[in-house]
């Protein structure tokens, strides 16, 4: 059996209608609900999700990630992916979803 690592979540404003959310452990179906019940003050304008931390993720935390993003949309922010790995790089552009998080 695999060995998990808990998921942490860290939530800062460094400045002000920027809401950064630092990703710590695995991203995966047991740990998604996680990101689903980050609740935001009103008013930010920029969520940056630094994914530097994430050590694994299934499809339950791509779709969590999806979420999010439409989450900030729907409040009018944008979401940014900061610190992503190559590896979540080629997987987000495996799932088409670089597109929409628009990675350079």
């Known amino acids: 059996m695999l060995d998990k690592t808990p998921l942490r979540v ?18 995966a179906f047991d740990t998604a609900a996680k990101l689903s019940g ?7 304008h920029r969520l940056d999700l630094d994914l530097a931390g994430i050590s694994f993720i299934d499809s339950s935390g791509l779709a969590a990630l999806v979420r999010l993003h ?5 409040e009018g922010a944008a979401l940014r992916l900061v610190a992503v790995s190559p590896h979540l790089r080629r997987l987000l552009k495996v799932t088409a979803l670089d597109q929409l998080f628009r990675l350079p």
């Not at 860290?10 to 991203?27: H, N, Q």
């Not at 439409?70 to 729907?74: G, K, T």
């Open 70 to 74: 439409q989450q900030a949309e729907s």
């Open 10 to 27: 860290e939530v800062a404003t460094p400045a002000p209608g920027t809401v950064r959310i630092s990703l710590t452990g695995d991203l």
């Open 38 to 44: 980050l609740v935001f003050e009103p008013g930010y």
